[in-house]
DNA sequence: CCGAATCCCTTTAGATACTG
DNA sequence: CAGTATCTAAAGGGATTCGG
C-alpha cells in the first residue's frame, strides 16, 4: 500500500505553527481538492458522479483526495455493502465551513478570469516582442 | 531555457469555460501562490525578503511562482539597474482583490488546524486498530 | 459493475552550482 | 542580489488488474 504520509523531505519544521498551517494549507489548496469540495458543497455523491463530474481526474488522484480530505475529517465516506458496491461522500460539519471560503476563491476565478487572461496576453506579447525591453523600460537607479 | 507552458497533455478542454476556470484555480491555489500573495499584502518585497520569508522555498520555486504571478497580472516586478540588482514585487491592483479571499483560507487553516490534527489522528488511529472494522462499522444495506 | 491497488512512464519540484 | 542551468528525486497520471 501506498503510505499516506506526506511529509516532504525539505519541510523542515523549525517554527512548528507555521509548519502545520503550511503543510495543511498545502492539503486543502491542492488540485483537486478544491474542487471536491465544491462538487459536495450540495449534496451527497457517489465516487463515479465525482470522477464523472471532475473532468480530467483520475481514478487514482480522485481515491487520494478523497482518503486526504476524509483522514483531515472534512469528508465523510460511507461505504454500503451491497452489490453493486455503493459508496457515498459527503461534507462533515468541519468540511462545511471550508466550503464557504472555498467558494469565494472559486467565484474570484470566475469573475476575473478574464482580467487574467488580458494580462497574460499583454505579458506574452511583451516578452515576445522585446525580450530586453523589459530591463529598460523599468525606471531608472536611486 | 524551461517553457513557462503549463498545459498538461491529459488537459482536455471540451467544455472551454470551466477548464479555464480550473486553470486559472489551479494557478492561484498553488503551493507557494498563497505564500506569496499574502506575504505582499502589506508592502513591497524584494526577493531576498520573499525567500527568506517563505521558509522552505526554494530560488527556483520563487522565481516561478512570482514570474506565474507576474503574468497573470496578480503581481508588479520592478527592476532596479543598480549594483547590487535590486528587484521589487507589489500587488497589483487585481491582486489585492484575490487577497481578502486568500486571507480567508489561510485563517481558516489557522483556526481549524487543531480539530484537523484530531480527525488525523482518529482516523490514522482507526485504521491501524482495525482495518476492516471500517467496512463493518458503515450501515448495512440499503 | 464500483472502487482500490499496482505497474510504469511523464511531469514537476528540490538541491546545488554557477553567472551578470 | 537576483536569478539561471543542470541533475536527481518525487509526485502525478494512464492503463490494467484485482476484489467484493
Given at each position: 500500500?501506498?503510505?499516506?504520509?506526506?511529509?516532504?523531505?525539505?519541510?523542515?519544521?523549525?517554527?512548528?505553527?507555521?509548519?502545520?498551517?503550511?503543510d495543511l494549507l498545502d492539503r486543502i489548496a491542492d488540485k483537486w481538492s478544491l474542487l471536491?469540495?465544491?462538487?459536495?458543497?450540495?449534496?451527497?455523491?457517489?465516487?463515479?458522479?465525482?470522477?464523472?463530474?471532475?473532468?480530467?481526474?483520475?481514478?487514482?488522484?480522485?481515491?487520494?483526495?478523497?482518503?486526504?480530505?476524509?483522514?483531515?475529517?472534512?469528508?465523510?465516506?460511507?461505504?454500503?455493502?451491497?452489490?453493486?458496491?455503493?459508496?457515498?461522500?459527503?461534507?462533515?460539519?468541519?468540511?462545511?465551513?471550508?466550503?464557504?471560503?472555498?467558494?469565494?476563491?472559486?467565484?474570484?476565478?470566475?469573475?476575473?478570469?478574464?482580467?487574467?487572461?488580458?494580462?497574460?496576453?499583454?505579458?506574452?506579447?511583451?516578452?515576445?516582442?522585446?525580450?530586453?525591453?523589459?530591463?529598460?523600460?523599468?525606471?531608472?537607479?536611486r
Open positions: 500500500m501506498e503510505d499516506g504520509t506526506l511529509k516532504s523531505p525539505g519541510n523542515i519544521c523549525d517554527t512548528s505553527a507555521s509548519c502545520e498551517v503550511r471536491v469540495i465544491e462538487l459536495l458543497a450540495h449534496s451527497t455523491r457517489r465516487f463515479s458522479e465525482l470522477h464523472r463530474e471532475i473532468d480530467g481526474i483520475s481514478k487514482r488522484m480522485l481515491t487520494l483526495s478523497l482518503r486526504q480530505l476524509e483522514r483531515d475529517g472534512l469528508v465523510r465516506r460511507t461505504v454500503y455493502p451491497v452489490v453493486p458496491p455503493r459508496v457515498d461522500y459527503e461534507l462533515t460539519a468541519l468540511g462545511a465551513t471550508v466550503l464557504e471560503t472555498i467558494e469565494s476563491l472559486v467565484s474570484w476565478t470566475r469573475q476575473h478570469r478574464g482580467e487574467v487572461a488580458l494580462a497574460r496576453a499583454d505579458y506574452d506579447r511583451r516578452s515576445a516582442e522585446s525580450p530586453e525591453a523589459a530591463l529598460l523600460a523599468t525606471r531608472s537607479s
